[in-house]
């Protein structure tokens, strides 16, 4: 079993930044694929950036240029680095990580962008 603790949403004016962070636990060897999906109301869930084990990523169009996945693979943890916000990225962000076949979903960070 995998456990994943997310932290560092909050509420942030148009063109702000802030950086997500989700900590996993648990059986944690062998995560290969680690990622950031969000959910706006009355939306369907989206993958905003994903990231492997061997680093390399991809992201959503909709967020090139603006966001950052990165991961430390000494501490299983995952970052998203976001930046230039638009009120369309308020969203719920989950963290979720791929292991051994199995997908974990971490309980979600509310990401609230207005002035």
């Known amino acids: 079993q995998v456990q994943l603790v997310e932290s560092g949403g909050g509420l942030v004016q148009p063109g702000g930044s802030l950086r997500l962070s989700c900590a996993a636990s648990?059986?944690?060897?062998?995560?290969?694929?680690m990622a950031w999906y969000r959910q706006a109301p009355g939306k369907e869930r989206e993958l905003v950036a994903a990231?492997?084990?061997?680093?390399?990523?991809n992201y959503a169009e909709s967020v090139k240029g603006r966001f950052t996945i990165s991961r430390d693979n000494a501490n299983n943890t995952v970052y998203l680095q976001m930046n230039s916000l638009k009120p369309e990225d308020t969203a719920v962000y989950y963290c979720?990580?791929?292991?051994?076949?199995?997908?974990?979903w971490g309980q979600g960070t509310q990401v609230t962008v207005s002035s």
């Open positions: 979720n990580v791929l292991r051994l076949l199995r997908i974990y």
């Open positions: 648990g059986s944690t060897f062998s995560i290969n694929r």
């Open positions: 990231i492997t084990s061997g680093g390399s990523t």
